[in-house]
């Protein structure tokens, strides 16, 4: 018999847990948050679960820290789980930004705040940089990968071929290069 | 009214587009936002990025922005929803029948294969706010010197030292204020 889930949350509940993460996840790394809350600390999953839900997460389009919400909203209480997971887990960011987007509106021509907002949109380049090269390092380093990364690049910040092109006609035959071995592997 | 309805097709589009994470869309997302429909200009572009990021939640959350300066709260509400739902959908509906692809081979090689194209739109996205926010021909070279300096020391302190981002991107501001008000 597996051991029966603590007490199956509510909507509520649920909401609750996944906006705490959503006031509290400044700066990003919003999965590791989200593993702490569901296995770590509730147990509303277990490790395996967890992977798994992020590898859905990961394949599926959409952001990874939402998607992961939606499945473990939708195991917990169904749709309205899902819906109670998500919303807890996007809205708070929202109204923050809301609020920092009507300063924006109102100081943005303010010339100290507009030197300020240049410096933080720097700072915004240098972190995607780094996520960038960091979540790439395997990439980078296998020659084959290396010209899909660098032709990629070219043609969308060059060319402006548009992302549908690339999801569709180079990311096939990407796919393709990587495609399973027919034979079963040998022994 | 035409623009709301836009805006709900750009997103959902995005939405749907966003394989390997948000900041994959980000290049497509600049171009739609600012070059082809105008709702944002590059600049407000940049730092609506910029202050997404420093937000806590997911970090794209920042379309709701961009919404709400196309087209008021409205906007808003259209660009959050448009570019949230569709991918939502589409993974709840997934999760009931994933156990059917799980064990599929060719999951591994659609995983190994968008690898290096995720990293090469993320790139892009480097280079789509970049131009506006460190490389940009319509401000001083000291501008750009300062911001260039600005973004490159937040990558390396970042590879460095474990620290929370926000906190860097916060402090970019305070570099800013002191350097770059003479502009």
């Known amino acids: 018999m597996p051991p029966a889930a603590s007490k199956q949350p509510g909507a509520s509940e649920i909401f609750r847990v996944f906006a705490k993460i959503g006031i509290t996840s400044f700066g990003g790394g919003l999965v590791a948050y989200l593993r702490d809350a569901l296995v770590t600390d509730k147990k509303w999953m277990d490790e395996e679960e967890f992977l798994a839900a992020l590898e859905i997460g990961q394949t599926l389009p959409g952001l990874n820290s939402v998607n992961v919400a939606i499945i473990a909203g939708r195991k917990l209480a169904g749709p309205r789980g899902a819906i109670a997971a998500a919303a807890g887990l996007i809205l708070p960011g929202v109204l923050l930004l809301l609020v920092l987007g009507i300063l924006y509106d109102r100081f943005r021509h303010n010339p100290n705040v507009a030197a300020a907002l240049a410096g933080v949109a720097a700072a915004a380049v240098g972190l995607l940089l780094q996520v960038t090269l960091k979540i790439g390092a395997k990439q980078f380093l296998n020659l084959r990968d290396l010209c899909f990364v660098l032709g990629t690049y070219y043609l969308v910040a060059f060319h402006h071929v548009s992302l549908p092109v690339v999801l569709f006609l180079i990311a096939p035959v990407a796919i393709i290069l990587c495609r399973p071995k027919s034979a079963k592997p040998n022994p | ?183």
Not at chain 2, 39 to 53: E, H, K, N, P, R
Not at chain 2, 93 to 116: E, T
Not at chain 2, 127 to 146: D, L
């Open chain 2, 1 to 183: 009214m035409s623009d709301l309805v836009k805006i709900l097709n750009v997103f959902c589009l995005l939405s749907l587009l966003a394989v390997g994470g948000g900041s994959a869309v980000l290049p497509q997302m600049e171009h739609e936002t600012v070059t082809l429909h105008h709702w944002v200009t590059g600049d407000q572009f940049a730092t609506i990025y910029s202050l997404g990021q420093m937000a806590p939640g997911p970090n794209m959350s920042m379309v709701a922005l961009i919404g709400w300066q196309a087209a008021g709260a409205a906007g808003l509400l259209i660009a959050l929803v448009a570019f949230y739902l569709p991918s939502s959908f589409l993974t709840y509906g997934c999760s009931y029948i994933w156990d059917h692809f799980k064990d599929n081979p060719w999951r591994a090689s659609v995983q190994r294969g968008m690898a290096p194209i995720t990293i090469g739109l993320m790139l892009a996205g480097v280079h789509a706010v970049g131009k506006t926010a460190c490389i940009n021909p319509s401000h001083s070279t000291h501008f750009n010197t300062i911001t260039c300096i600005t973004a490159l020391a937040v990558t390396g302190i970042l590879f460095a030292k474990r620290i929370n981002p926000a906190l860097l991107m916060l402090l970019g501001g305070v570099a800013g204020w002191f350097l770059l008000r003479a502009n």
